[in-house]
């Protein structure tokens, strides 16, 4: 198929694209509105990797999985939302827990943990007052080494500070708000364990806090926007200052309609679809770099040609080489997204988009906002000669 466009392509075509600017004007401010519109209403669905949470990766002991009883299973427990979906195969499945926020729910589930896996004489109770402390209540005397491995049952670690000084049969630990928040994602895996036990064993488990998740989208935000500046910055020295704010213009059509199809199909919006994100710009930038250098040359081997089918020519002449490319690509992350599974599938869907938008973009808004920024070919021109007399 890719060679029979390329032999179809071979010879020279006369698109008029530049003639078609302004419906696509309308039709990529119209998708971006609404992109931008569904972001700050509906919002992206955010993974564990921002949104913080729990991951857990279940095996079905026997048998397929069966998601509905599963689901059951899990809703019941307290923990808040459960999601779930099938993981690689038709025996794994994915269970997604929101974030705990170590109120005195957790501390039952706490609780409830314990008496299962210590026995019927332990207890685990909130502190009193409005604070982070929790205190555990034995059978019967324990020493420090005693204090650390019981409540290792419940997913806590203790600190020496921590530990009682004597042999006691309670204890109050020491913690933070958010220092029991984060306890409570552990209580979270083993509560969620104890209820599937029977039927699944845990194959991996991840768990993100809510700091971590903050950090980490500060940090995806940060490298969204160096990316997009470096790159302006490299057009706009390599090429004139118009070609910068075109290039501009064009990644940023494309991250916002980007963002737009994640709300649209509520997918989920991890490190690894913000790692398409970037990939989406750079391969929209590559492919707008060539038809702006082909703009480049055809303005000082054409003199009178005017802007528009000076435009027109280039994008003409690059048409070949851009579909063979983009052709290429789309079939394999085609691929990914046919076989690639759940853990890539954000991914391979935003890719498999951006492989069409960023296309789009280079030839109708790269393009054409070199016509609404009044570029003049005259001028270029004179300063090329300029050079070339200097030289």
């Not at 279940?58 to 459960?82: C, F, M, P, W, Y």
């Not at 008496?115 to 019967?140: C, E, I, L, N, Y």
């Amino acid at each position: 198929m890719l060679w029979r466009a390329h032999h179809l392509l071979s010879h020279r075509t006369s698109f008029d694209f530049l003639g078609k600017r302004r419906i696509a004007l309308i039709a990529s401010t119209v998708i971006n509105i609404l992109s931008i519109v569904g972001v700050f209403t509906l919002g992206l669905n955010f993974g564990i990797d921002f949104e913080g949470g729990i991951a857990i990766q279940v095996r079905a002991k026997q048998g397929d999985i069966h998601l509905d009883n599963l689901r059951a299973t899990t809703g019941s427990l307290g923990v808040g939302e459960v999601t779930l979906q099938e993981f690689g195969d038709n025996k794994s499945a994915l269970v997604r827990v929101q974030r705990q926020e170590g109120n005195a729910a957790c501390v039952a589930h706490a609780d409830q943990v314990m008496k299962k896996r210590a026995g019927a004489g332990w207890s685990v109770v909130p502190g009193a007052g409005d604070t982070g402390d929790v205190t555990f209540t034995a059978p019967g005397a324990l020493d420090s080494n005693g204090w650390r491995e019981a409540v290792s049952t419940v997913g806590l670690t203790l600190q020496d500070r921590q530990l009682p000084r004597a042999n006691t049969n309670s204890a109050k630990i020491d913690m933070t708000h958010d220092q029991r928040a984060e306890w409570c994602q552990q209580v979270a895996i083993k509560l969620v364990e104890d209820a599937i036990g029977g039927q699944y064993e845990l194959r991996g488990t991840e768990s993100v806090g809510p700091k971590i998740g903050e950090e980490l989208m500060h940090s995806g935000v940060i490298a969204v926007l160096a990316t997009l500046g470096a790159i302006v910055i490299y057009v706009w020295l390599r090429f004139e200052w118009q070609f910068g704010v075109a290039a501009l213009v064009a990644l940023l059509h494309d991250v916002i309609s980007t963002m737009g199809l994640f709300v649209l199909l509520r997918l989920d919006f991890s490190l690894t679809a913000l790692a398409a994100v970037l990939t989406i710009a750079g391969y929209s930038i590559n492919d707008t770099v060539v038809i702006f250098d082909r703009v480049r040359e055809n303005m000082r081997r054409y003199r009178k040609m005017s802007l528009i089918e000076l435009l027109n020519f280039s994008v003409n002449e690059t048409l070949s080489r851009t579909l063979m490319t983009s052709g290429t690509v789309f079939v394999a992350v085609l691929a990914l997204v046919l076989f690639g599974g759940p853990v890539l599938y954000s991914f391979s869907v935003a890719m498999l988009w951006g492989v069409i938008v960023g296309t789009y973009s280079s030839i109708w808004v790269a393009s054409a906002m070199l016509v609404y920024l009044k570029l003049r070919p005259e001028q270029f021109r004179a300063k090329a000669e300029d050079a070339q007399a200097k030289a």
